[in-house]
């Protein structure tokens, strides 16, 4: 099976890179063809211009290639940091550029915009896999979780993906070695059960 890794972290030697060499060696390890993006390496351009907007549009090389592997790829894992509630610029400009009407979703015939979408991403599922500075019963108690809503219920159900799988890790800046081991290997582990064999 195709696995699609997308990192979102300006800082190369980040944890959210750490996670993305576990993750694709975990995938590998089980027979999996990884594709991954470094969003950040790559110098992705997150902007979303107006002659992109419509269904069909014609899209740079770049974005088609994205466009071409989301739709190909029977698991998505999406790593990045939790900045304000929401992921980096970098991967929401991925979202709007890649995920778009056609590619990632379509609406029924005669359905101008307003009905529930049908997904066409045919993944079968998606982990998503946050670093974060706040503690998670904070995060849940004083802000709703902003993250686990928006990539499972706004983003994957919405294109069509069936089963979806977060974690949330931190507190970063306060973690051992010893810790973000554990971290290590539960992705490991996580991705492992999620994509078998």
Not at 8 to 28: I, M, Q, V, Y
Request: proline share 9%; aromatic share 8%; charged share 20%.
């Amino acid at each position: 099976m195709k696995i699609l890794i997308i990192i979102a972290n300006p800082n190369p030697g980040s944890f959210s890179h750490a996670l993305g060499a576990e993750t694709a060696g975990a995938l590998r390890g089980n027979g999996h063809e990884v594709v991954s993006h470094d969003l950040c390496a790559e110098g992705f351009d997150p902007v979303l211009p107006a002659r992109e907007l419509p269904p069909g549009a014609p899209l740079p090389p770049d974005v088609q290639r994205h466009c071409d592997e989301a739709v190909s790829a029977g698991g998505i894992v999406i790593i990045h940091p939790n900045w304000w509630g929401t992921p980096p610029a970098v991967l929401k400009g991925w979202v709007d550029r890649v995920l778009r009407q056609g590619v990632a979703y379509a609406f029924g015939t005669g359905d101008s915009g307003e009905g529930v979408p049908v997904g066409l991403l045919k993944a079968r599922a998606a982990v998503v896999f946050n670093t974060s500075n706040t503690p998670p019963d904070r995060e849940k108690q004083a802000f709703g979780d902003p993250l686990e809503n928006l990539w499972k219920k706004c983003i994957f159900a919405f294109c069509g993906v069936p089963e979806f799988h977060r974690r949330n890790y931190g507190v970063m800046i306060t973690s051992t070695l010893e810790q973000r081991k554990q971290w290590l290997a539960d992705a490991r582990k996580l991705v492992a059960e999620v994509f078998p064999r």
